[in-house]
């Protein structure tokens, strides 16, 4: 599955954005989709994720509370909704899709596909 992602820019804090990724292929709506985001320095580390039929998603300790995902399979594009950003939560946010019916876990090592970069920029 091929993944493209949108949306990143700049916004002041408390502020939100909306990334999106649209995912395209053989079967690509049978795929789990989420994000992950890696800042400077740090770590890739996981933010969100959704299976396919949107029956089961999983949030990190950082998002939950202000950030949703959801996903429009007509479409074939995962959508993370982040509210009330803070400095952070700066980074590059990745797209990825796995092979999981339900989300047991989501970490960079079990991931199927990447799409490129998108950069969030959280100014204080």
């Known amino acids: 599955v091929q993944l493209q992602a949108s949306g990143g820019g700049l916004v002041q804090a408390g502020g939100s954005l909306r990334l999106s990724c649209t995912a395209s292929?053989?079967?690509?709506?049978?795929?789990?989709l989420g994000w992950f985001r890696q800042a400077p320095g740090k770590e890739r580390e996981s933010v969100a994720a959704?299976?396919?039929?949107?029956?089961?998603?999983y949030y990190s300790d950082s998002a939950k509370g202000r950030f949703t995902i959801s996903r429009d399979n007509a479409k074939n594009t995962v959508y993370l909704q982040m509210n009330s950003l803070k400095v952070e939560d700066t980074a590059v946010y990745y797209c990825?899709?796995?092979?999981?019916?339900?989300?047991?876990?989501?970490?960079?090592?079990?991931?199927?596909?990447w799409g490129q970069g998108t950069q969030v920029t959280v100014s204080s």
């Open positions: 959704i299976n396919r039929d949107s029956t089961s998603t």
């Open positions: 292929g053989s079967a690509s709506s049978r795929y789990a």
């Open positions: 990825a899709a796995d092979t999981q019916v339900l989300i047991r876990v989501w970490a960079p090592k079990i991931i199927s596909s």
